[in-house]
């Protein structure tokens, strides 16, 4: 295992095309991983920022939002194993548990075992930050979850989400799909989760690991059925006994987890602060990214 690293400026971070934002990354090696991440802001941060993406996205995600950050703040975002610029091992199972483990490695590696970081997460992020939460809630001080379900229904069985990615979850349909993806098919895809439409440049930032592996790995991922009922009573069961400070910022107009599932969180996390959007969709840090950033950046800032 080890690690090589470079720090990008904060603010220059959104001005980057996708290569010049993989360029100023850094990959972290771990025992059947390579995990890419983004850092920015002050090394010796006391309680650095941690961004988790969602599907199928990236740590690109959060380029818009990062500049936000408290200029004394530690930003780092990752890409989740197995996801855009990072790697999984054929011989790890594409599952929550290899995923946070790899994750919560990766965090050590660069923070240090006995860091308290804050988890800001998305979509899928917002399960791995349920189960770091689980496994360990007094490491974690605050959460921030966006546009993310907590329900089984969401994810297992015949509610999992349907969009033009579906035919991944089929094996043979998987590798087809993946030989076949064309640049407009992910464009069509995303659009339904976006109150404003993609421009070039957004979009070349999301096809960027397509172009570079990610849709085989993206393929695996959806067949490998990652979550489990179990996972979700263990999350269920746990972050109600969260004592750390938590923010919900949701985008109202997504089409994928909907208000059903903000109330549920909501419930679960017995009063988080919220941020409700109302012109954003699922991929709000997109719809809003300003409004986003500056409800953390004071979140982090108001509540110490």
Not at 86 to 100: H, K, M, Q, V, Y
Not at 110 to 117: K, N, T, V
Request: glycine share 8%; with cysteine.
């Amino acid at each position: 295992m080890g690690l090589s690293r470079r720090h990008a400026s904060r603010t220059a971070i959104c001005e980057r095309t996708p290569s010049e934002f993989a360029a100023g990354g850094s990959v972290i090696h771990l025992d059947g991983a390579r995990v890419f991440c983004i850092e920015t802001g002050r090394p010796d941060s006391a309680s650095p920022v941690v961004f988790l993406h969602g599907i199928p996205t990236w740590s690109w995600i959060w380029r818009n939002v990062i500049p936000a950050m408290p200029e004394n703040r530690r930003s780092i975002a990752l890409d989740l194993p197995g996801f855009g610029l990072s790697s999984l091992d054929a011989d790890r199972p594409f599952t929550i548990a290899t995923i946070t483990a790899l994750i919560e490695q990766a965090i050590n590696q660069l923070l240090g075992s006995e860091s308290r970081p804050v988890l800001v997460a998305h979509d899928f992020g917002g399960l791995v930050a349920s189960e770091l939460i689980t496994r360990s809630p007094d490491r974690y001080p605050k959460v921030v979850f966006t546009n993310t379900s907590l329900r089984p229904t969401a994810w297992i069985g015949s509610g999992w989400r349907i969009d033009l990615l579906t035919p991944l979850r089929i094996p043979w349909m998987g590798q087809l799909s993946m030989i076949l993806a064309r640049p407009w098919m992910l464009r069509l895809a995303a659009s339904q989760f976006l109150v404003n439409p993609a421009d070039p440049d957004w979009f070349a930032g999301y096809w960027y690991p397509f172009e570079r592996g990610f849709g085989q790995s993206l393929a695996r991922f959806y067949q490998s059925r990652p979550v489990s009922a179990a996972d979700f009573d263990r999350w269920r069961a746990g972050l109600p006994g969260y004592n750390g400070q938590s923010l919900l910022v949701w985008g109202r107009r997504d089409p994928a987890f909907g208000m059903s599932d903000f109330s549920d969180i909501r419930q679960l996390l017995g009063g988080p602060e919220v941020l409700m959007l109302d012109n954003a969709s699922h991929f709000l840090m997109e719809d809003q990214p300003g409004a986003l950033g500056r409800r953390i950046s004071a979140f982090l800032t108001t509540t110490d």
